[in-house]
């Protein structure tokens, strides 16, 4: 659905439903708004000086299994005289990541994984003593790396954490950092990427590529000397979504394409269970935790006897020992409030101070998630018995969360009591209710404002459609449904901007140039890139390249309407035939599944002969060679013409097919990611591929193409003499040599002398 804006305005209306005074028990918001200011109890990182902060939210940055990330303004900084915390200022920009993820499936997940791998809550999100561990782990890391690489911008500062009670969870204050992912680079040479480690990045064709592969290695590498190899897991390359953890610093003048080059994440998001490895490098490490390790999950955990090592190894890291002792005793710390039995193991049984903190542990993640108030956690500390309880009431299937609630925080208990005490207290608790799902949904685009604002006043009309509609993965197909006013909007938006693209010359320069400017802000196009472009905007070939663009935007629905089409019918004709409804739609499916896969589409085959039409109109088979086959292939008839331009307009072409990668891989769920390694691989495969086939055919061109004539010449003479025993010898002869013809001696006679004409220099148009 693309990025949503929801109305301010809305969002904090709907947020005052969720807090109602009136209700004994308030919901908790998913995640911060832009503009919300947080008043924060905070604690530095090493010392641990403790103060209260002030930070304005400026923008929010989106988030993942870890958390949600927002950069922030620091508006005012109280400490105690004397103290201070290395790095905050007043009035400079930060990074706050709050330790649980925005979105409620996405949380849902990553606690049953870390449940299963350490059998309790998501630690960093509900202790203090996990989250300063990973600060502290970052902290020691970026002191051991800035003089390992020669530079203290390698890995991002860290400097405070701290405990949000309006989302309830810990988090941490570090450096804002000015970047980007990577540029998708042109590079025809693809075979010196498989000597990444020996090759310098600078005599390759994909310099960032290679220089931001090579840094992540030396990362890897050095966690793994630390004793680190679970926390290596963010950095190893073939997780495949591990990229977007290293951004290129714009912020810093360091040249070459690893200058800048910076380590942003250290928070790991999902536990890596034995029996569920989610990517190839994950088969690799959990073999190696399985034989090596002797462990059966992984998430953060660091081998102190191996750190110790590394440290006392070179007298030039004697003064990193106070910090490393603070890291171990936070995470001794951290970890013995996890059950953890595949770790802890029979001490569980034998160590009554261990089960004291495993316990403490586990009630301090029930008060995170309101599952108990403080004075029934302090009656849980109290009583082994009560808390056995307390824990078995939770394995009873859909009831344990709700019956452990209602028996540990008073409030929840007397919010439930009061709904059936009074009606007008049931109708703000389902409001309030109700208000949390359109907050959500307003954000996912399931439900546009009007509505929003409509469903507010009917919590029980919206709550029906939330548990059915809902459901729906498809969100588009959701809000269509609930909504056709808005579906039947965007058809004729579509409409609207495919008549103005097709006939309005000024509307296609605009799109444009706003695609450039979007390819700036993205990091695929330099200013000075985007400035030559833009110099010849109008360019009769670029002039040309957009008009067929139109066409192809024009084409889009007609596979999909000719699918469905068919589709119809086909079940149709089966029901007629008394055919049942399953089978029926069996069919259907198949025919729609047909037209996806088949790399040949109505649509494709419409933008084909257009293309076909324009190079016979103006009689120019030199400018269309590459586009016109290209145009009748579904799905990459989009890059036929930035392919065209690879010669006369490198920029231009690498900059279309990069937009067209990014746009098409991001809807891949996780691996999909902005800057991760599928999107390079789309791009390498459509773009990169293409032009090193060529690279390699053009001067093998006239062998390959007289060859190919000659085995043609020599398969039609010896098929000949079984022509010529047929019953219509002349017509079966006639028949073999257009065929030969056609097939094997057109293309020598046509192409070979295109392909020998000069090229024209490059640059000629584009510099």
């Known amino acids: 659905m693309g990025r949503v804006e929801v109305s301010e305005g809305l969002i904090r209306f709907l947020a005052g439903r969720m807090r109602e005074r009136d209700l004994h028990a308030r919901r908790r918001p998913l995640r911060h708004e832009v503009g919300d200011r947080l008043r924060l109890e905070i604690e530095g990182v090493f010392p641990p000086v403790r103060g209260t902060a002030e930070l304005e939210l400026e923008r929010f940055l989106g988030g993942g299994f870890a958390g949600q990330v927002y950069r922030a303004r620091l508006l005012r900084l109280e400490l105690p005289d004397g103290a201070s915390v290395p790095g905050l200022r007043e009035g400079d920009r930060y990074a706050v990541k709050i330790l649980v993820p925005p979105g409620r499936g996405a949380r849902r997940f990553r606690d049953a994984l870390f449940w299963l791998a350490f059998q309790g809550p998501f630690s960093a999100q509900v202790s203090r003593e996990a989250c300063r561990s990973g600060l502290l782990w970052q902290r020691l890391f970026r002191q051991v790396a800035a003089r390992r690489f020669g530079r203290d911008t390698a890995v991002k500062e860290v400097y405070a954490a701290f405990h949000d009670p309006v989302v309830g969870a810990w988090g941490e204050i570090t450096e804002w950092v000015e970047g980007r992912t990577w540029r998708l680079e042109s590079d025809a040479g693809l075979r010196g990427r498989r000597r990444w480690r020996s090759t310098a990045p600078e005599m390759t064709g994909s310099p960032e590529y290679l220089a931001k592969r090579r840094f992540m290695d030396a990362l890897v590498r050095l966690m793994r000397e630390m004793g680190a190899p679970e926390f290596a897991r963010q950095y190893t390359w073939w997780t495949m979504k591990s990229q977007p953890n290293v951004l290129k610093r714009t912020d810093v003048d360091e040249p070459g394409p690893g200058g800048g080059l910076c380590a942003i994440d250290f928070r790991a998001g999902l536990a890596l269970l034995p029996f569920l490895p989610m990517s190839p490098a994950d088969v690799a490490l959990v073999l190696e935790g399985l034989f090596r390790r002797r462990t059966l999950a992984q998430f953060d955990r660091c081998d102190f006897g191996r750190l110790r090592a590394f440290l006392a190894g070179d007298p030039a890291w004697a003064d990193l020992a106070p910090l490393a002792d603070a890291f171990e005793a936070a995470d001794r710390a ?34 995170a998630n309101d599952l108990v108030d ?17 824990r078995v009431l939770g394995a009873v299937p859909l009831l344990g969360r709700p019956l452990r609630r209602f028996w540990g925080h008073r409030d929840w208990r007397r919010h439930v009591v009061a709904q059936f005490r009074s009606v007008r207290y049931l109708r703000l608790a389902l409001q309030a209710r109700a208000a949390a799902g359109l907050v959500e949904g307003l954000r996912a685009g399931r439900i546009g404002e009007k509505r929003a604002r409509a469903l507010a006043d009917r919590p029980v009309r919206f709550l029906l459609e939330w548990h059915t509609l809902g459901r729906l993965p498809a969100v588009g197909v959701h809000r269509a449904l609930a909504e056709p006013a808005w579906a039947l909007g965007r058809i004729a938006d579509f409409f609207r901007f495919l008549r103005d693209f097709l006939v309005s010359a000024a509307f296609r320069e605009e799109w444009f140039l706003d695609e450039i400017a979007a390819g700036v802000e993205g990091g695929m196009l330099t200013e000075l890139e985007a400035d030559e472009i833009r110099g010849r905007v109008r360019d009769p070939f670029i002039v040309k390249y957009l008009k067929c663009l139109g066409v192809h935007f024009a084409t889009l629905p007609l596979t999909q309407v000719v699918s469905l089409l068919v589709g119809a019918a086909v079940a149709g004709w089966l029901l007629a035939r008394g055919r049942g409804w399953g089978e029926a739609t069996v069919a259907f499916g198949a025919v729609m599944l047909f037209f996806q896969v088949f790399p040949v589409s109505p649509g494709s085959l419409a933008r084909g002969f257009f293309v076909v039409g324009l190079m016979i109109r103006e009689r120019n088979l030199r400018d269309y060679a590459v586009a016109a086959p290209l145009s009748f292939v579904k799905y990459i008839g989009y890059l036929a013409f930035p392919l065209q331009m690879t010669a006369t307009y490198p920029r231009l072409a690498r900059f279309m097919a990069a937009r067209w990668a990014t746009r098409a891989v991001h809807i891949v769920p996780v691996f999909g990611e902005k800057g991760a390694l599928l999107e390079h691989a789309v791009f390498d495969l459509f773009f990169n591929v293409p032009q090193k086939i060529g690279r390699w055919f053009r001067p093998r061109a006239g062998a390959l193409l007289t060859a190919w004539m000659v085995l043609g010449v020599a398969l039609g003479a010896a098929l000949s003499r079984g022509c010529a025993a047929g019953d219509d010898p002349p017509k079966d002869l006639l028949n073999l040599w257009i065929a030969v013809v056609a097939l094997f001696v057109l293309p020598r006679a046509l192409f070979l002398p295109l392909l020998r004409r000069p090229r024209a220099p490059t640059g000629a148009r584009e510099s």
């Open 334 to 367: 951290y970890r013995r409030s996890l059950l953890d039995i595949t770790h802890h193991g029979f001490r569980l049984a034998t160590d009554a101070a261990l089960r004291r903190d495993v316990r403490d542990g586990l009630i301090e993640g029930y008060r």
């Open 374 to 390: 403080a004075d029934f956690a302090g009656r849980l500390r109290d009583s082994p018995l009560r808390f056995g309880l307390f």
